[in-house]
């Protein structure tokens, strides 16, 4: 059996998906798995970008991330998502990406792979838990293995308790670039270790 591979999908305006990403990301990584980081096409128009300087700062700082392709879904034995809270509902950009995978879903490709989502809002109770469970619904019809962080382990209580995935509070007049914190940082970590360990003992289960 070779190592685990994960997908880390995210879409991020101003950094603080981002910076889950890549807290998941380091953690599948010294756990042996093989990693890739991968971003959303961005949907906004530039004026809109250009409005917001941390928006256009964080595009300008990111270009190099590879965007999300078809074949990083079917390549990876785990998927972690995270992307911000719009309404209750996974962002635009993100949506888009997700409705393009017919062909893998028809396949049976999207099938049986782990999958974990974290998300972020500008208030405690900006839609959070509503983003990860209408995700949730997406993951369903694929029939992909849901796997949330529950109450496992004391980093999901420190950075709030969210049992369904971690989660950010951002206040929209946060500029210092601060959050997420350390503490949503190592919930992120955690949960990227969780989904890992339980792809590792469905494909031990397979072999």
């Not at 190099?64 to 074949?71: I, K, M, R, S």
């Not at 382990?153 to 007049?173: E, L």
């Amino acid at each position: 059996m070779g190592p685990v591979k994960v997908a880390v999908i995210y879409y991020s305006s101003t950094g603080t998906n981002y910076k889950l990403a890549q807290a998941a990301a380091e953690a599948a990584r010294e756990m042996g798995a093989e990693v890739r980081v991968r971003k959303v096409r961005e949907l906004a128009p530039e004026s809109a970008i250009n409005s917001n300087s941390h928006w256009k700062a964080h595009l300008e700082a990111t270009r190099d991330v590879p965007e999300a392709t078809l074949d990083d879904l079917d390549w990876a034995d785990v998927y972690i998502f995270s992307t911000p809270t719009r309404y209750g509902m996974m962002a635009s950009q993100m949506k888009q990406f997700l409705d393009t995978t017919g062909p893998l879903w028809a396949q049976g490709k999207l099938a049986n792979k782990v999958a974990t989502v974290m998300t972020s809002a500008a208030n405690p109770h900006g839609g959070q838990e509503a983003t990860i469970l209408s995700f949730w619904a997406l993951l369903a019809h694929w029939g992909a293995i849901i796997v949330p962080p529950g109450y496992t382990d004391q980093s999901v209580f420190a950075a709030g308790g969210n049992p369904y995935g971690t989660s950010v509070t951002v206040p929209q007049a946060d500029t210092a670039g601060a959050i997420p914190d350390e503490k949503a940082l190592a919930a992120a970590r955690y949960q990227a270790r969780r989904a890992v360990t339980v792809a590792s003992w469905i494909m031990k289960g397979q072999a």
